[in-house]
């Protein structure tokens, strides 16, 4: 779904995570333990369904295919530009958007009607982006000067919009909300200031990252790091900035300051990378598996859901304490899994 990908870090305490999980079909987990019996009838029950087709979704395909049969493993994918070729052969691929979840039913409901069920499920689904609760977009990305690396829709537009800088502000934003790889606002940024230097532009840029938070980065050691590179490189931040408007046709960005409610900023670019707000998937708002904020509620130590022993989570859609800024404190944190996919790079 993203323009990169990295592979899972598999060090530490995520290891024993993501083992803990890959295990299934030759360990117990809780009091359940996958079978490889006969199949079911196809496309209505399964014995493990995965939810997303992502890279977390894709592994975890991958692996229980392995397990259990290709022919026991379904997984749910639409749209993103996902072709059929990086799903593992014989596993089932489901074309349809998950409208609901019933997990006391062991069950999940399609867009086209369907009802399948399940004996193990996981869940992948990642994170949703949502351009729309910022005024002006997703409709200002038709205007040039402006782009996201977060989508594949408009991740080009940003490198046009490096291209064509001539002179003035270039802003950089990161949202009021969790995101997914929590670095990814800022190395775009970078990326972008080491862009104008090798092309003459640096003198010309006005380089402006406006971030919602407090601090550049949750952790001392590196943010300290950071602060020098931003000294050395005369960028400049501002805390507790948050993007509400862009009036594209104007080229400005209109923020919020988070400390003062109400109190507001225009800034006029030559060139603006949005950041977009980001939440759980609308389908897991308000389902069973989700706690009181949308995320999949499940056990830090093992990855099984707190209430379905037969439902697990992976990911960016999961309460795990990954110390993004989903977290209390709200500070951001080294990047997770995948980068910021900007073309200088």
């Not at 003035?168 to 230097?197: D, H």
């Not at 300290?224 to 993007?243: G, P, S």
């Not at 904020?293 to 093992?302: F, L």
Request: aromatic share 6%; glycine share 8%.
């Amino acid at each position: 779904k993203r323009l990169l990908a990295s592979k899972p870090n598999l060090s530490g305490p995520r290891a024993q995570l993501f083992a803990c999980l890959l295990r299934l079909g030759t360990q117990q987990v809780s009091p359940l333990q996958l079978h490889t019996g006969a199949s079911h009838a196809a496309r209505n029950h399964y014995e493990v369904l995965v939810l997303g087709g992502g890279s977390g979704g894709i592994t975890m395909v991958a692996r229980m295919k392995r397990k259990v049969g290709a022919e026991n493993v379904a997984v749910t994918l639409v749209g993103a530009g996902a072709k059929q070729l990086v799903i593992p052969s014989g596993v089932e691929w489901i074309k349809a958007r998950v409208v609901e979840l019933n997990p006391d039913k062991s069950c999940i409901h399609t867009d086209n009607g369907k009802e399948i069920s399940y004996q193990y499920l996981i869940i992948a689904l990642g994170i949703q982006l949502d351009y729309e609760k910022i005024k002006g977009l997703p409709e200002g990305f038709a205007h040039p000067k402006i782009g996201s690396n977060y989508s594949v829709k408009t991740v080009e537009k940003t490198w046009k919009a490096l291209q064509d800088f001539k002179e003035g502000n270039a802003v950089f934003t990161f949202p009021n909300t969790p995101v997914e790889c929590a670095g990814a606002p800022q190395k775009i940024m970078y990326l972008s200031e080491a862009y104008f230097r090798e092309t003459g532009k640096r003198s010309k840029a006005n380089i402006i990252f406006n971030t919602s938070l407090g601090a550049i980065f949750g952790v001392k050691k590196y943010a300290d790091a950071l602060q020098e590179i931003i000294r050395e490189r005369n960028l400049t931040v501002n805390y507790k900035q948050n993007l509400i408007e862009v009036r594209a046709n104007k080229q400005e960005a209109v923020f919020e300051n988070l400390d003062k409610p109400g109190e507001t900023q225009v800034i006029s670019y030559e060139m603006l990378h949005v950041s977009p707000p980001m939440s759980p998937p609308d389908v897991l708002k308000t389902s069973p598996v989700a706690d009181a904020a949308g995320w999949v509620d499940v056990d830090k130590e093992t990855l099984q859901h707190k209430r379905y022993p037969n439902v697990f989570g992976i990911g960016d859609c999961t309460n795990l304490p990954t110390c993004t800024p989903r977290c209390p404190a709200r500070s951001p944190s080294p990047p997770r899994r995948r980068a910021s996919a900007g073309s200088p790079a």
